[in-house]
């Protein structure tokens, strides 16, 4: 499988901006939109099952215990820390699948969720998987259900093969799956978040606002997957030319903080990872 690695902030047992954020959609999906019966979270690229820290605080032991948890991560290692610390959380009788997410639809496509998450995974999705990923994803929701999408604007320290989206970018690259859902283009759908703490940008699509009934969903598949990807490689050039100009005053003008130092480290690892996708490189 290609284009599984890890960023250090999942080494770490703590929550993130992003998990905060994550479990108060949670929270409203569990206690607002479903506060009776069993609910179904399904967290795509769970890792360690680190989003899982926080969820008794949020939503409270009885309901956790009304959760369950499925979840699928490239790393069989990850996939069996998610599992024991979900069941040692209360999650009923949780069900993590070591696979690709490119096998996401083929593994779990039967689930029918009322929460679906994407967290942090996003930036380290080649192209050609991102569009599928987003669309399986939906695919999952039931009828009143949420796809929560969320992710960083910055690695630190950068990596190879990582390569963080403005909300601006994500805006224009998902805009043919966007334009899916009700009053198309009439509210901004991708949020960033510009503290310090949470420069991210995160997106909810809540399926009852997608006028498609399960089997229209699916025939449309191809064809958007496919405009999204082809958004995607009109986008990734202007972002590293961005890059270059940027790379070009650093070099005439030499980063003075520890801010614009970062900021040339990502640009140099984000110009490789963009020409390395382009091209092909395996
Ligand atoms: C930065 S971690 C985030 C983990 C978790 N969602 C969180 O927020 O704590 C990204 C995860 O995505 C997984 N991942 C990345 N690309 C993948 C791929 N192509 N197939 C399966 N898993 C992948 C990695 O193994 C890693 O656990």
Same mark, same amino acid.
């Given at each position: 499988?290609?284009?599984?690695?890890?960023?250090?902030?999942?080494?770490?047992?703590?929550?993130?901006?992003?998990?905060?954020?994550?479990?108060?959609?949670?929270?409203?999906?569990?206690?607002?939109? =479903?506060?009776?019966?069993?609910?179904?979270?399904?967290?795509?690229?769970?890792?360690?099952?680190?989003?899982?820290?926080?969820?008794?605080?949020?939503?409270?032991?009885?309901?956790?215990?009304?959760?369950?948890? =499925?979840?699928?991560?490239?790393?069989?290692?990850?996939?069996?820390?998610?599992?024991?610390?979900?069941?040692?959380?209360? =999650?009923?009788?949780?069900?993590?699948?070591?696979?690709?997410?490119?096998?996401?639809?083929?593994?779990?496509?039967?689930?029918?969720?009322?929460?679906?998450?994407?967290?942090?995974?996003?930036?380290?999705?080649?192209?050609?998987?991102?569009?599928?990923?987003? =669309?399986?994803?939906?695919?999952?929701?039931?009828?009143?259900?949420?796809?929560?999408?969320?992710?960083?604007?910055?690695?630190?320290?950068?990596?190879?093969?990582?390569?963080?989206?403005?909300?601006?970018?994500?805006?224009?690259?998902?805009?043919?799956?966007?334009?899916?859902?009700?009053?198309?283009?009439?509210?901004?759908?991708?949020?960033?978040?510009?503290?310090?703490?949470?420069?991210?940008?995160?997106?909810?699509?809540?399926?009852?606002?997608?006028?498609?009934?399960?089997?229209?969903?699916?025939?449309?598949?191809?064809?958007?997957?496919?405009?999204?990807?082809?958004?995607?490689?009109?986008?990734?050039?202007?972002?590293?030319?961005?890059?270059?100009?940027?790379?070009?005053?650093?070099?005439?003008?030499?980063?003075?903080?520890?801010?614009?130092?970062?900021?040339?480290?990502?640009?140099?690892?984000?110009?490789?990872?963009?020409?390395?996708?382009?091209?092909?490189?395996?």
């Amino acid at each position: 499988m290609s284009g599984v690695h890890h960023g250090e902030a999942i080494r770490e047992r703590r929550i993130l901006a992003s998990h905060r954020v994550a479990l108060d959609v949670l929270r409203l999906v569990v206690l607002e939109r =479903f506060p009776e019966g069993a609910v179904t979270w399904l967290d795509v690229g769970c890792g360690r099952g680190q989003i899982l820290y926080g969820t008794k605080g949020v939503v409270g032991e009885q309901e956790v215990a009304r959760i369950r948890y =499925f979840g699928c991560d490239g790393d069989r290692n990850y996939c069996r820390e998610a599992t024991e610390f979900a069941t040692q959380q209360g =999650f009923v009788e949780p069900q993590i699948v070591p696979c690709g997410i490119d096998q996401l639809r083929a593994q779990l496509g039967h689930v029918q969720a009322q929460f679906v998450t994407i967290a942090n995974v996003v930036h380290e999705l080649e192209p050609s998987l991102l569009a599928a990923t987003i =669309f399986d994803g939906l695919a999952c929701l039931s009828g009143n259900g949420v796809l929560h999408v969320h992710d960083i604007r910055s690695v630190d320290p950068a990596e190879l093969g990582s390569v963080c989206w403005t909300a601006d970018e994500i805006e224009v690259v998902l805009a043919p799956l966007l334009s899916l859902f009700k009053r198309p283009g009439a509210q901004r759908r991708v949020q960033e978040w510009g503290l310090e703490e949470a420069r991210d940008w995160c997106l909810d699509l809540w399926r009852d606002r997608l006028p498609l009934t399960d089997d229209q969903l699916a025939a449309q598949r191809d064809e958007t997957v496919g405009q999204v990807e082809e958004a995607i490689r009109t986008v990734l050039p202007a972002k590293r030319n961005a890059h270059h100009r940027a790379l070009k005053t650093y070099l005439q003008y030499p980063p003075q903080t520890d801010e614009s130092r970062r900021e040339v480290s990502q640009a140099v690892h984000e110009c490789w990872t963009i020409s390395a996708w382009l091209e092909g490189v395996q």
